[in-house]
């Protein structure tokens, strides 16, 4: 039920908005929120749907062993042709990405002309 309130509120038409998943990392965030839409009774062709409509961007925060937490991968969310969404990396803490950050720099662009 949470995933769908969640997907919900994201798709009212307001531009912006934000919330938090636990998964391990942005490619994860699709399964993760499979599993809990499937539990509220949501299938995989409407979480896809509403996914990819509401979601632009995911931002994986990583818990260090001291406790912080900081930024380690941007992901850009991208439907593709039969309605399911993509994960593909942008950022990462750790190196280089060069698959989306084209994409990131696009989205970046657009929203603040």
Do not use: C, K, Y
């Amino acid at each position: 039920m949470g995933t769908f309130v969640l997907l919900t509120a994201l798709n009212t038409g307001h531009d912006g908005g934000a919330g938090t998943i636990h998964a391990n990392s942005p490619a994860e965030v699709p399964p993760r929120l499979e599993a809990l839409a499937a539990l509220g009774g949501m299938d995989r062709v409407a979480l896809h749907s509403q996914l990819g409509a509401a979601v632009q961007v995911v931002l994986h925060v990583h818990r260090s062993h001291d406790g912080t937490r900081r930024l380690r991968e941007i992901a850009i969310v991208v439907p593709d042709v039969d309605g399911r969404v993509t994960i593909v990396p942008a950022w990462s803490s750790s190196g280089p990405v060069d698959r989306g950050r084209e994409m990131l720099d696009a989205l970046i662009e657009r929203r603040t002309a």
